[in-house]
């Protein structure tokens, strides 16, 4: 009996064959795992992982080939055939778990890797290698249905790890080489604005190196300057020596009479400060009689001016109302001359009708008349051609 899994056409009628064929296949799967696991960007392999992967690509054509004898055998498999298809296959799978166990050593003695991510991809590689051979060892004991479906769930959660792991140290990748380009970017600028800014020492260099020199002729030609100056000051020090004791008796001559003076003045400001401190006092009364004054009268005319304020509103209210009420008054007076015209107008129009149907009514009559004769045409006619 043939049966499907996978999209693979398998003999469903050992179940322990069933089992094998499952391990085989979740291996192959494994290794796949394991070789897009550890890029070389992340990892360092050596011949040993090539030829590993070698060996596990070269069982795989291998298993490949034996399931599609298997197939075209179907019609005329019986039970010495699928005896000997259970010891290719078992043999496939011990090349299998010494392709694992081979690989398990390589990781184990690859170096170590710098992140905490590659440091996790470890372990779950071993685990998951720990794990497999586990499964392989508890089937290949009892081969009971109940545990493979046990171990192929833990081996789906364990390849839904892996393919985590991979799209996050691929995702570790690309923001490793975005952040490498852009570490080389600021290097690239860092690198023009150092040459711009050697430039600009260099040129401020240049400028106090002028500067330097221009401030050195400065401060000789301010050197000479001075001394001249000194020299000058000391011919006119002397010459003002001589008078100085002048100036000092006009000095002293000049104080005595300008005390005489402040003393004089000082007087007559204590006189003025008394007199001015009562008028004053006088001045302040004053000011708080015109204040209150003041604010008697602001009161009165704010009084005023909210009876003012009050009777404008009246009048306001009664102005407003006198114009509704013509307002009104218009409008009426409007509508009925409206009304009047449409009055007269249909008035018109009803005696025209009445005027006109009386006068269809007279003509009527008058033709119809007993007596009265109908004219001729004929001579009138004739009348009229002469």
Partial sequence: MLHH??????????????????????????LDIVSHLTPPSTAVLDESIGSILAQR????????????????????????TAASDAAAVEGVARSLRASDLAMQKRVQNEKALSTATSAKIRREKTRALAILQKAVKELEADGQCLSLVSVLEEEREHERRYKELVDAVRRTLASSSDLSKQLASEREQGDAEDAKRAA??????????????????????????????????????????????????????????????????????KRRTETGE???????KRRADDVSN??????????????????????????????????????QDRRAREREIAERRAATRIQAVFRGHRVRQEVRASRDAPGKKKKGKGKKGKKGKQ
């Fill in 200 to 269: 600009e020492i260099a040129a401020l260099k240049s400028e106090l190196e002028r500067c330097r020199k221009a401030l050195d002729g400065d401060q000789a030609m301010i050197e000479a300057q001075n001394a001249a100056r000194v020299r000058s000051e000391r011919r006119l020090a002397q010459a003002d020596g001589e008078d100085m004791s002048n100036k000092i008796a006009v000095a002293d001559s000049e104080l005595t009479t300008q005390t005489k003076a402040f003393a004089f003045v000082d007087a007559y400001l």
């Fill in 57 to 80: 690509r070269i069982l795989q054509a291998q298993y490949q080939r034996l399931m599609d004898r298997r197939a075209q055998q179907a019609p005329t498999w019986n039970r010495r």
């Fill in 5 to 30: 899994v996978d999209g693979r056409v398998m003999l469903a009628d050992d179940p322990k064959l069933i089992v094998v064929h499952l391990i085989v296949e979740s291996a192959i799967d494994k």
């Fill in 294 to 331: 003041a604010e008697r009268k602001l009161g009165q005319l704010r009084a005023d001016r909210d009876a003012q304020v009050k009777d404008l509103e009246r009048c306001q209210a009664i102005l407003k109302r006198e114009q509704i009420a013509r307002a009104k008054r218009i409008e």
């Fill in 278 to 284: 009562v008028d004053l006092s006088e001045w302040q």
